[in-house]
């Protein structure tokens, strides 16, 4: 006996939300993605239809592997999985469900994709991005790409792309935001009590460390 799921003919392609980091091939002439999880190893583009990530001879998504692309219904989960210190820097991606799929509770796994537009996280200071610089790492032929602002940018020397020529790149008329600028919690919302009290505290730590580290130098 197969177990058969209801088969679904929506009129509008269905959308969703994910979270990648942007690429961007060798030669500067290709912009793309690649994933935080499975299958993060292949750069797709903007247009791409999913192959099946272990190799297998059969179309993604297949019902018995886990290929395929992947997407949640829910713009707020996908924000959620930014907070995890090994995504900070990845993106938000809002995409188009194209071809086959296989709908969960949660999300989608499917066919073909179309990535709407993309919101990149603020630089590393917490201001909003106004480019895409290296971020360090990638794969063979692409390089990984984070959000930097225009300070940072020039301050650290390196090579920034800004936002509307990675969307001319990567075409199809990708649509590139930044995302709001980190604002709690940051000191440059600060009266001078606050900062002074700030301060005090990072002195006492710095007491403390201090006082710790003479006492493992005095025990050595
Ligand atoms: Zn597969
Ligand atoms: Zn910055």
């Known amino acids: 006996m197969s177990l058969r799921l209801p088969s679904e003919r929506p009129e509008e392609p269905p ?42 001879r059969h179309r993604a998504p297949h019902r018995r592997c886990d290929c395929g692309f ?36 949660r999300g989608f796994r499917y066919a073909r994709q179309r990535v709407r537009s993309v919101t990149v996280q603020p630089c590393g200071c917490g201001a909003a991005a106004t480019g895409l610089a290296d971020a360090g790492w990638g794969r063979p032929g692409w390089r990984a790409l984070e959000g930097v602002c225009g300070a940072c940018g020039r301050g650290t020397g390196r090579r920034a792309l800004a936002l509307g020529r990675f969307a001319a790149v990567a075409g199809e008329g990708l649509r590139l935001t930044a995302a709001a600028a980190v604002a709690a919690g940051t000191p440059t919302g600060l009266g001078l009590p606050e900062l002074a009290a700030e301060a005090a505290l ?10 710790e580290l003479g006492r493992l130098r005095d025990r050595g």
């Open 15 to 56: 959308t969703g939300y994910k979270i990648a980091h942007p690429m961007l091939s060798q030669d500067g002439t290709r912009a793309g993605f690649t994933g935080v999880s499975l299958g993060g190893s292949l750069p797709y583009g903007v247009l791409d239809a999913a192959r099946c990530a272990y190799g297998r």
């Open 70 to 105: 992947h997407c949640v219904h829910a713009r707020a989960e996908a924000e959620g999985l930014l907070c995890t210190a090994e995504h900070r820097t990845a993106a938000l991606l809002e995409v188009t469900v194209l071809g086959a799929y296989i709908r969960f509770e």
């Open 202 to 211: 990072l002195q006492a730590r710095l007491d403390w460390f201090q006082s």
